[in-house]
Nanobody, 116 residues
Framework: QVQLVASGGGLVQAGGSLRLSCAAS????????MGWFRQAPGKERELVAG????????YNGAVVKGRYAISRVTGKNTGYLQMNSLNPEDTAVYYC?????????WGQGTQVTVSS
């Protein structure tokens, strides 16, 4: 069983930064891709970024636009999402995930609110 605990969300002013963390537990999690989706009120969940089990090959969703950076400390089974130049459109619940698209595990979500 894989468990994911997300943290680091909060309230920030436009132009500010936040760093989200996702701590994973479970024996097989080290072989999974990890990453983040987000969901704003009234909108569908969308990909933010993901990274392979080895920490290589990060991939970004269209929302990133060069402002975010995803990383992973494999030995600690922890993933990070550094978000910079935040704007109000980034306000959403951010969910970390682990695993392939056919069977992802999800964290509980962490709220990010960006004020103008």
């Amino acid at each position: 069983q894989v468990q994911l605990v997300a943290s680091g969300g909060g309230l920030v002013q436009a132009g500010g930064s936040l760093r989200l963390s996702c701590a994973a537990s479970g024996r097989t999690v080290m072989t999974y891709d990890m990453g983040w989706f987000r969901q704003a009120p009234g909108k569908e969940r969308e990909l933010v970024a993901g990274i392979s089990w080895s920490g290589r090959g990060p991939y970004n969703g269209a929302v990133v636009k060069g402002r975010y950076a995803i990383s992973r400390v494999t030995g600690k089974n922890t993933g990070y999402l550094q978000m910079n130049s935040l704007n109000p459109e980034d306000t959403a619940v951010y969910y970390c995930f682990a695993g392939p698209p056919s069977g992802r595990y999800w964290g509980q979500g962490t709220q990010v609110t960006v004020s103008s």
